[in-house]
Structures are given as C-alpha cells and as structure tokens.
C-alpha cells in the first residue's frame, strides 16, 4: 500500500523568509505615543475607583480629557448624563467613536477633537481625567480659573506634580503652583496609582487627586495674585526683598504698572529726573539669585516672560551694560513704595517665599494694591 503523502507547508514558512511573521502592528490597534504622554489605564478596578470618587449624579454633564480607548469613559457613561471626550490624537478620537457605535450610550457620547488648554469648553458639572503629563499645570490652572467652575474635579496626576498640589510651607515641592491652587480649591490626596496599571508602562508611579473649587470664589484677581506669585516664587529660597529687589526688570514691571495705574485713576506723578544728586545703583545679580529652573513643574512655562526676556538679554549685554544711571522720580517713588510695603506694612522683607502662606501673600497683595502698585 503506497505510502500517503502529508502536503507541504508554505514555502515561505519553510524558508523561515521574511513573510513567515506575522505583522507586529495586527496584533494592535496603533502604537501608543509615549511623547503625548499616552498611557492608557488598563485595570478595570483603578478606572472603577476613580469614577466612584467623582460621586456622579444622572443629570451630571462631565469632561473627560484624555479618554484614551474610553475604558474610563465606559464607565463614567454609566452613571452620567452626557460625557464630553477631548482627545487631541485622531486615532484614539476614531477609536473612541467606532467603541460607542451603534450603542445607546453613543447618543450620549461628544468626542472633541482638539487641544483642550486650547479649547473653548461647554458647560461641564464634574471633570475626570488620566492627565497627559505635558498638560498638567495648564490643564489645572484653566480649571481653577473657569467660570463657573466645574463642582469637581478627579484628576491623575504623575506622582511629583501632585505633591506639589498638596504641599505646605516648608515642603520641598512647596511653589507657586502648590499656593495658587490651595487658594482657588479645597484639594485632598485620593489614591497611588503603580505604573503597572497603564499600557505601556509610564517611567513614574502616578497618584489621583480631589480638586473641589471654593464656593464662592475668592474676591481676587486672577491675574494680580499670580502676577504676585510669579515674582515671588522665581527665587523661592531667596528673600521677598531679592524677589523684588533684585532683578531690574521686576522694578521696571512695577514702575510701568504703576504709571499705568495713575493714568486711569487721574493721580497725578510728577515725572523727570530725581531731585537727588546721587545715582541709583542698578543690582547685579550674582550667579547663586539666577533662576535655577525650581520655581514650579512646567519650567519654562511657569518662568515669567519678562525674565526669560532678561535672562536671555543679559549674556549678551552684561558687559557693555552700565552699572549706574540716573534715578527717575517715578522709578524713585516705586521702590519706596516697594520697600514700605516689604519692611514696615508686612514685615515680609527677609522672608522666603517658600515659607510664606496663603495668609502672607495675601497681606501682601492687599499692601501692595494700597499703595497703587499691581501685577497686572
């Protein structure tokens, strides 16, 4: 009896050739793109978590930012009226709207393709989000600043950038970003988050926090308390005397904030040179009162204009630069009126900013505006 012969395999899978392998991308949607912070949350039980803390009503409106391939948004949808998904990847966006199609809940469903910093936002209750790290400080400052501010916000956070949120005076990571959010929200520490419940894998642990605006909202300006807290925090371990002292451009900033202020409130100044015979001795920083890149989490961004301005300009002038020049009578009355307010007001002048709180710089501000000087 003829022996039967087995068929023979693909050749090229005999050859071992170069179509033997299976694709690497079939077996995935697309590649994650770890330069957008793309890490999408991939335990059931963590995005299950996070939802509960939001304490979700029916009639709830909630944003969503980041949402991913939607496991958080699978969810949320479960509990609220309408979910607003802002994602500024086309993929994932795609992803987002092909996962909910056909399905009751796809009506209830607005993905937004787009920045969301960027992004004029509808009306929103609650905000919950895997925060793409690159976005962390202006995402929570647009929230902070919103009005009317969302009830409350779940937000994670890489593990560093949330210690920060919560920090007090004293603390290491105490800054700018720690003071301007404490004074806007009441903020409390949810969850540790390992970075082995994302795909892929984040090279930090991650924690999740609890942001709750104050209601009503402090009877400040936006603008002047950070305007406050930027020349503060640029040197946090130096005195509030150096802060303001200085750095030329910060007593520039003031004089022409201050004329600005005259001009609208028809205070008359009297202009020109200083009676005084004297020159007024222009500060040169020493090396160690150059900023040091600490102020707060997003260097460059949180660094003033002005003084990235000045830093820039001073390597190539410093030289030529004159080291004295004649004292203007404005320029003259704003720093008496700077150093009033930092030694006899306040008594602030040799405090650092890093141990001042809310308190202090509110004190601050409040002397600061008597006595006609602003930050914005």
């Given at each position: 009896?003829?022996?039967?012969?087995?068929?023979?395999?693909?050749?090229?899978?005999?050859?071992?050739?170069?179509?033997?392998?299976?694709?690497?991308?079939?077996?995935?949607?697309?590649?994650?793109?770890?330069?957008?912070?793309?890490?999408?949350?991939?335990?059931?039980?963590?995005?299950?978590?996070?939802?509960?803390?939001?304490?979700?009503?029916?009639?709830?409106?909630?944003?969503?930012?980041?949402?991913?391939?939607?496991?958080?948004?699978?969810?949320?949808?479960?509990?609220?009226?309408?979910?607003?998904?802002?994602?500024?990847?086309?993929?994932?966006?795609?992803?987002?709207?092909?996962?909910?199609?056909?399905?009751?809940?796809?009506?209830?469903?607005?993905?937004?393709?787009?920045?969301v910093v960027k992004t004029n936002l509808p009306y929103f209750d609650?905000?919950?989000?895997?925060?793409?790290?690159?976005?962390?400080?202006?995402?929570?400052?647009?929230?902070?600043?919103?009005?009317?501010?969302?009830?409350?916000?779940?937000?994670?956070?890489?593990?560093?950038?949330?210690?920060?949120?919560?920090?007090?005076?004293?603390?290491?990571?105490?800054?700018?970003?720690?003071?301007?959010?404490?004074?806007?929200?009441?903020?409390?520490?949810?969850?540790?988050?390992?970075?082995?419940?994302?795909?892929?894998?984040?090279?930090?642990?991650?924690?999740?926090?609890?942001?709750?605006?104050?209601?009503?909202?402090?009877?400040?300006?936006?603008?002047?308390?950070?305007?406050?807290?930027?020349?503060?925090?640029?040197?946090?371990?130096?005195?509030?005397?150096?802060?303001?002292?200085?750095?030329?451009?910060?007593?520039?900033?003031?004089?022409?904030?201050?004329?600005?202020?005259?001009?609208?409130?028809?205070?008359?100044?009297?202009?020109?040179?200083?009676?005084?015979?004297?020159?007024?001795?222009?500060?040169?920083?020493?090396?160690?009162?150059?900023?040091?890149?600490?102020?707060?989490?997003?260097?460059?961004?949180?660094?003033?204009?002005?003084?990235?301005?000045?830093?820039?300009?001073?390597?190539?002038?410093?030289?030529?630069?004159?080291?004295?020049?004649?004292?203007?009578?404005?320029?003259?009355?704003?720093?008496?009126?700077?150093?009033?307010?930092?030694?006899?007001?306040?008594?602030?002048?040799?405090?650092?900013?890093?141990?001042?709180?809310?308190?202090?710089?509110?004190?601050?501000?409040?002397?600061?505006?008597?006595?006609?000087?602003?930050?914005?």
């Amino acid at each position: 009896m003829p022996k039967v012969q087995s068929k023979k395999r693909n050749n090229a899978a005999q050859s071992g050739g170069q179509y033997s392998a299976k694709p690497a991308s079939a077996s995935n949607i697309f590649q994650m793109n770890k330069d957008q912070g793309q890490h999408v949350l991939k335990n059931p039980g963590v995005a299950q978590a996070i939802v509960e803390k939001a304490d979700l009503k029916q009639s709830d409106v909630v944003l969503e930012v980041g949402p991913g391939t939607g496991n958080l948004s699978t969810r949320i949808l479960e509990k609220c009226k309408r979910l607003i998904a802002v994602e500024t990847d086309p993929r994932m966006a795609a992803e987002m709207t092909k996962r909910f199609q056909g399905k009751p809940e796809q009506r209830r469903l607005d993905v937004l393709l787009g920045d969301v910093v960027k992004t004029n936002l509808p009306y929103f209750d609650v905000c919950i989000s895997n925060t793409p790290y690159q976005i962390s400080s202006p995402l929570t400052f647009k929230l902070l600043a919103m009005s009317p501010s969302p009830r409350i916000c779940i937000l994670m956070f890489q593990r560093e950038f949330a210690m920060r949120l919560l920090a007090k005076p004293s603390d290491k990571l105490y800054g700018r970003l720690s003071v301007n959010s404490q004074m806007w929200a009441k903020i409390d520490h949810i969850m540790k988050v390992g970075k082995n419940n994302f795909k892929p894998p984040p090279a930090v642990e991650s924690n999740v926090v609890r942001i709750v605006p104050k209601s009503p909202r402090p009877q400040i300006s936006y603008d002047e308390w950070d305007g406050l807290l930027r020349i503060c925090f640029v040197r946090k371990n130096k005195t509030l005397r150096a802060s303001f002292f200085g750095t030329t451009t910060v007593m520039e900033l003031l004089e022409s904030n201050y004329r600005t202020w005259c001009a609208q409130n028809d205070v008359p100044i009297e202009d020109g040179p200083s009676d005084s015979t004297e020159p007024m001795d222009v500060e040169e920083p020493d090396k160690d009162d150059e900023w040091d890149g600490i102020m707060d989490v997003d260097e460059d961004d949180e660094l003033p204009q002005f003084l990235r301005e000045e830093a820039d300009q001073r390597a190539k002038d410093q030289e030529n630069r004159p080291k004295r020049k004649k004292k203007g009578k404005v320029s003259e009355l704003v720093r008496e009126k700077v150093r009033k307010v930092l030694e006899d007001e306040t008594q602030l002048a040799d405090k650092r900013a890093r141990l001042c709180d809310e308190t202090s710089f509110l004190r601050l501000l409040h002397a600061f505006n008597k006595e006609g000087i602003h930050f914005s």
